[in-house]
């Protein structure tokens, strides 16, 4: 059972950065995309970024490439998403994601079968 605990959310005034993390545990990962989704109230999830465990290839939603950055510690199984330039229009949960799938690297939350609880995320202007 993959166990997925986000951290590192808050308040955080436009222009400014945070860093979340994403702490994985229960299984192999090699081989497997791990994302980062945000949803806004009202809003649908949305794709952020996702990198596979082995090898690094990433990808990023348009909303937020060039701003923000996925990488990843395999030694401490963690996912890390440094947000930089924040912008009101960043604010929403962020959840990260585990996609059971080998080898394929998912930009739609169909994609991925384990959630984390998710962190807050707000920008003030």
């Known amino acids: 059972q993959v166990q997925l605990v986000e951290s590192g959310g808050g308040l955080v005034q436009a222009g400014g950065s945070l860093r979340l993390s994403c702490a994985a545990s229960?299984?192999?990962?090699?081989?497997?995309?791990m994302g980062w989704f945000r949803q806004a109230p009202g809003k649908e999830r949305e794709f952020v970024a996702t990198i596979v465990w082995s090898g690094g290839y990433t990808a990023y939603g348009d909303s937020v490439k060039g701003r923000f950055t996925i990488s990843k510690d395999n030694g401490k199984n963690t996912v890390y998403l440094q947000m930089n330039s924040l912008k009101p229009e960043d604010t929403a949960v962020y959840y990260c994601?585990?996609?059971?799938?080998?080898?394929?690297?998912?930009?739609?939350?169909?994609?991925?079968?384990?959630w984390g609880q998710g962190t807050q995320v707000t920008v003030s202007s």
């Open positions: 229960g299984r192999t990962f090699s081989g497997h995309a």
């Open positions: 994601a585990f996609s059971e799938v080998l080898y394929i690297v998912p930009q739609t939350a169909s994609g991925y079968g384990y």
